[in-house]
């Protein structure tokens, strides 16, 4: 399960550290891909598996599964983690989140993202979160 939040910077290249916390539950090569809220989404091999069976699962029998499927799975590629522990970023994934120099790399129990630290401190701001728990309360989740 991957947890915690890092703070990196992206090199020029587009190069970032991947947390030693990370590399542990990623190996030496994970997959990344476009994210929801504007972050990149990464997978070890064995999560990104388990995240195209619930996509083949579902056919493409309508135009959101087919737009869903193109997003995540068109965007995705392997990357393998260097000597010093770093990736590079492929510049349409850079692009697509906004990656120019401070980046946060938050675990979220199967995959880590990636984020610009600006949208991070916008997104992460859980000013809303008694309300949000309390939905989730009348589906059941107790915390």
């Keep these: 399960m991957f947890m915690g939040e890092y703070s990196h910077t992206i090199d020029p290249k ?6 030693a916390k990370f590399r542990e539950q990623l190996g030496s090569e994970f997959v990344l891909t476009k994210g929801l809220d504007g972050c990149l989404y990464g997978y070890s091999y064995e999560e990104w ?3 195209e069976e619930h996509f ?3 056919g493409s029998m309508t135009g959101n599964v087919r737009k869903l499927t193109r997003f995540f799975f068109a965007s995705a590629c392997n990357l393998e983690i260097d000597k010093q ?4 970023i492929p510049a349409n994934l850079r692009e697509f989140a906004g990656l120019t120099k401070e980046v946060v790399l938050a675990g979220n ?3 880590i993202e990636v984020w ?5 401190d916008e997104a992460s701001t859980f ?3 008694d309300e949000v ?3 989730f309360g009348e589906m059941g989740l107790n915390i």
């Design 14 to 19: 587009g190069r970032l550290i991947v947390p």
């Design 49 to 51: 598996h388990k995240f």
């Design 56 to 58: 083949q699962n579902l």
């Design 85 to 88: 522990g770093r990736v590079l």
């Design 109 to 111: 129990l199967t995959r």
């Design 116 to 120: 610009d630290k600006q949208k991070w």
């Design 127 to 129: 000013d809303d979160i």
């Design 133 to 135: 728990a309390e939905s």
